[in-house]
Structure formats: structure tokens, C-alpha cells
């Protein structure tokens, strides 16, 4: 696990650009946290760093946003705070072969309808920032955090 304090936006962006440096090529990430925590300004830093240009919308209302990926692939944005029982991820149509990336808010209300996390980030609001603890769940999750954390871009709270 490795816990960091973002002072404000611009490091919550760096930490989704520095997912997105070290990302596997197939990964699976639950973003935990209130409402307000920076999931979906995670999220969109991390879609962002990987070439997704136009808008990228949050899909607090559509439930999936799905956006292709420079060098092949979807990236699939999913919240799921508006999901009343896992069985509704049924109508989604989530079984595309193309994603190689999931990013998953409000994972926990779809539980049994999804792939297992390789990377879990739960996010807080901590005075004027955050604080971002992030948890691998896969060896894929444990090699992603060790990547990232030799990026230098970031250091981890000790």
C-alpha cells in the first residue's frame, strides 16, 4: 500500500498522469471515496495522460463513458452509485473484449458484476487537498504500484 497527500488539484492530476505512465496493459481500477473525494478528476488526468482528447465526461448520469485509446483499446469510466443491485450491470453491456482499461466509482455497488481490481485507490478530502491511499490486489496491481513508485513523481507518506 502507499498513502499520498495531494495539496490541491494540479497533484491529484499528477498522480492520474503518473497512473497513466505506469499503467499495465490490461488493469482494473477501483476509485473509493465520497462524493466530491477526486475520483472522477482522477480518473480524467489518468484518461487524459493516455490521449484521450474532446470531452471526457463524468458518467454520473450515464452510468459508462467509453473512450478509445491511442495504440488500440477502450478505456471504460464507470459510476456506479446510481446501480440499486449489481444485477442492473446486466443492461450495460460491459463484456467488450476492446477494454483494456477500467476505471470503476462506487465499485463496491457492482460487486459480482465486475473484473477484480488490480488497483484499489480510495481518495479523502484533507483540508484543501487529498490524501490518495492506494492498495494493489493483483500481482498486475503489485507491479503497477512498484512502478509508480519508482517514477519519482510522487513520494509516499511515510
Known amino acids: 500500500m502507499a498513502v499520498f497527500t495531494l495539496a490541491d488539484s494540479s497533484q491529484t492530476d499528477g498522480l ?39 470531452t471526457i465526461r463524468s458518467p454520473t448520469y450515464t452510468l459508462v463513458e467509453r473512450y478509445p ?3 488500440g483499446g477502450e478505456a471504460w469510466h464507470l459510476d456506479l452509485y446510481r446501480i440499486g443491485d449489481p444485477a442492473e450491470l446486466e443492461y450495460l453491456g460491459l463484456d467488450s473484449a476492446d477494454v483494456t482499461l477500467w476505471l470503476v ?20 478530502v484533507q483540508g484543501d487537498g487529498r490524501r490518495a491511499r492506494l492498495s494493489a490486489q493483483s500481482s498486475a496491481g503489485t507491479a503497477w504500484l512498484q512502478r509508480l513508485l519508482k517514477a519519482n513523481d510522487f513520494t509516499a507518506d511515510s
Open 69 to 71: 485509446l491511442d495504440g
Open 105 to 124: 466509482e462506487w465499485a463496491d455497488r457492482g460487486r459480482g458484476g465486475l473484473p477484480p481490481a488490480d488497483l484499489q485507490i480510495a481518495l479523502e
Open 16 to 54: 492520474g498522469q503518473s497512473l497513466a505512465r505506469t499503467r499495465p496493459e490490461h488493469a482494473v481500477v477501483h476509485l473509493e471515496g465520497d462524493l466530491g473525494a477526486g475520483k472522477s478528476t482522477l480518473a480524467r488526468a489518468l484518461l487524459r495522460e493516455l490521449g484521450v482528447r474532446g
